[in-house]
C-alpha cells in the first residue's frame, strides 16, 4: 500500500499501534483507512467500495449509517451527555436498558451490570465470581475453566480465558488460575474412528476430568461461547451442550454464557442460549447490543449469583468495582434504540429466513480445492483453508486469501487460515449472493496464483 508523505495512511503508521496487527509490518504497509458506511457496505478514502463481511468486528447488526442511532446519540447528548453510576446515582437510559435487558433474557436474571467492552464483562465476571466464593465461605473456590480456541477478550483475566496462544505469548498469560479444556472442533480433535456423538460425549469426560484432577471444591464458573467466533467460528457437535451442562450442575459450577458475539439474533434467534438450550448462570453481552456504535457491554446475572455477592458488599460496606463510563447514557439510549430496531424489523426472523442462502453459498465454497472445511450457524460461518497448498506457516494462505478478498471488494478475516463470515443482519438475499460471488472469485484466484 502506497503512502504519500502526510497521508492520513502514512499519519496512522507514524503515531498508531494496531490491534492484532504485526507492527514492523503496519510501519511499512500502512492501514486501510475506511472513511464512511452504508447499510452492508463501507467505502475507503480512496472511494473504493467493500461489502463489510463481518460486521466490523462480528457486531454492526442493524448495518452502517442507521439515522436512528444516530438521533438517539444527539437526543442524550443534547439532554445528558455524560452521567455515571458509581455510589447511589444513576440515570434514565441505563434504568431502561437494565430492565430491558432482564427481560429479554432468554433464561431467569436478576441484575445487570455495565462495562464497556466484551473484555471488560468477562474481566468483570471473575471479579464477581470470586467475590461470590469469598463470600459463601469457599477461599479455595476460585479456578475457572475455558475452552481450547475459545475467545474472551483482551484485558489480563479475560485474555487468560481466551483459549489462543497468540494471545498469551509474552504477555506473561494465562493466569494460574485459568484452566483450559477441549476444543469442540470435531474435525481437529477428534481421534481416528471417534463418531461426532462419541467425541462431544468425549468433550464433556474431559471436562469432568479436569474438575475431578483439580479439586472439584476449587473450580469456581466455567466459560464459554454457544457457537466459538474469533478461535474460527466452531459451531459444538449435536449432544455437546447436553453432555456439558450436566457436568457443571452435578459439581455446583457456575455457567458463564459468552453471548458477545452470539447475541442479538447472530445464530438465528435473540440468543445463542436459546438457539443451544443453556442454562447459564451468567451472560456476558456487548457488540450488537449497540451494533457498536458506541462502546457498551453488560453482565447479567442470576440470584444465585446476586444475592452472596449482595451480602458480601453489604457486610463490607462497598462493592469495590466500576469504571468511568458504566452504563454511559449516550451509549445505554443508542444501545435502547438499537434493541427497538432489532425486534421491530424482526431481525431475527429475517435471519431465519435468509440462514439456508447463506449457509448454502457457504457450504458451496468447498468446491474450491484449497478449502478443507466449512462450517456455520444462522449467519456466521467460516471456510478453513489448506496451508500446506503454500507449503508455509499456518496463516499464510489465509492472509493471501484475505489480500485478494480486499482487492475483490470483500472484507474478511483470517484467523489463521479460517475465512470468517460475519456480515450485518440487515443483508439481504441478493447480498449474500453477492458477497458469496467475490468469496468464490477470490479463493479461484488465489488457486489460479499458486
Not at 454457544?226 to 447436553?242: F, R
Not at 489463521?416 to 458469496?436: G, W, Y
Request: charge should be negative; glycine fraction near 8%; charged fraction near 20%.
Amino acid at each position: 500500500m502506497a503512502q504519500l508523505p502526510n497521508s492520513l495512511e502514512a499519519r496512522d503508521s507514524a503515531f498508531q499501534l494496531h490491534s492484532y496487527a504485526d507492527a514492523r509490518r503496519q510501519e511499512e504497509t500502512g492501514a486501510l483507512v475506511i472513511d464512511k458506511g452504508d447499510g452492508i457496505y463501507v467505502e475507503d478514502i480512496n472511494g473504493k467500495r467493500y461489502i463489510e463481511g463481518m460486521a466490523g468486528l462480528w457486531s454492526v447488526a442493524v448495518g452502517f449509517g442507521e439515522k436512528r442511532l444516530v438521533e438517539a446519540a444527539v437526543r442524550q447528548m443534547e439532554k445528558l451527555p455524560y452521567y455515571h453510576t458509581f455510589t447511589y446515582k444513576t440515570h434514565g437510559p441505563s434504568i431502561e436498558l437494565a430492565e430491558k435487558l432482564v427481560e429479554m433474557a432468554p433464561v431467569p436474571m436478576s441484575k445487570v451490570y455495565f462495562t464497556n467492552s466484551g473484555s471488560e464483562a468477562n474481566d468483570t465476571a471473575i471479579k464477581l465470581i470470586w467475590y461470590r466464593s469469598n463470600a459463601l465461605g469457599q477461599p479455595e473456590r476460585k479456578k475457572i475453566i475455558s475452552r481450547m480456541r475459545g475467545y474472551h477478550g483482551v484485558t489480563i483475566a479475560s485474555a487468560s480465558l481466551t483459549g489462543l496462544p497468540n494471545n498469551h505469548r509474552s504477555f506473561d498469560l494465562p493466569l494460574p488460575q485459568i484452566l483450559h479444556t477441549t476444543s469442540p472442533h470435531y474435525r481437529t480433535m477428534k481421534k481416528e474412528g471417534e463418531s461426532e456423538a462419541d467425541f462431544a460425549k468425549r468433550c464433556a469426560q474431559d471436562l469432568e476430568d479436569l474438575i475431578l484432577a483439580e479439586g472439584p471444591e476449587t473450580i469456581a464458573a466455567f466459560f464459554a461461547e454457544p457457537v466459538m467466533g474469533a478461535g474460527g467460528v466452531v459451531v459444538p457437535p449435536d449432544g455437546y451442550w447436553e453432555a456439558v451442562q450436566p457436568v457443571l450442575k452435578k459439581y455446583d459450577i457456575l455457567f458463564v454464557a459468552d453471548e458477545v458475539i452470539c447475541g442479538f439474533g447472530r445464530t438465528g434467534n435473540m440468543f445463542g442460549t436459546q438457539t443451544y438450550n443453556l442454562q447459564p448462570d451468567m451472560m456476558t453481552l456487548s457488540k450488537a447490543l449497540s451494533s457498536s456504535y458506541q462502546p457498551i457491554s453488560a453482565l447479567l446475572i442470576n440470584d444465585k449469583v446476586y444475592q452472596p455477592i449482595a451480602d458480601e458488599s453489604h457486610k463490607i460496606g462497598v462493592l469495590g468495582h466500576g469504571y468511568t463510563a458504566s452504563g454511559h447514557p449516550v451509549a445505554a439510549a443508542v444501545a435502547l434504540e438499537n434493541l427497538k430496531i432489532i425486534e421491530e424489523r424482526d431481525l431475527v426472523g429475517h435471519v431465519k429466513a435468509i440462514a439456508p442462502t447463506f449457509q448454502k453459498r457457504l457450504a458451496g465454497l468447498a468446491e474450491n480445492p484449497l478449502v478443507i472445511e466449512t462450517r456455520g450457524i444462522g449467519l456466521i460461518g467460516a471456510v478453513e483453508l489448506t496451508h500446506e497448498a503454500l507449503a508455509a506457516t499456518p496463516g499464510a494462505l489465509g492472509a493471501k486469501t484475505n489480500a485478494m478478498f480486499h482487492e475483490k471488494g470483500l472484507i474478511s478475516r483470517n484467523m489463521l487460515d479460517a475465512m470468517a463470515f460475519c456480515p450485518p443482519l440487515i443483508i439481504t438475499e441478493a447480498q449474500v449472493n453477492e458477497m458469496f460471488d467475490i468469496a468464490e472469485a477470490g479463493l479461484k484466484a488465489v488457486q489460479d496464483s499458486m
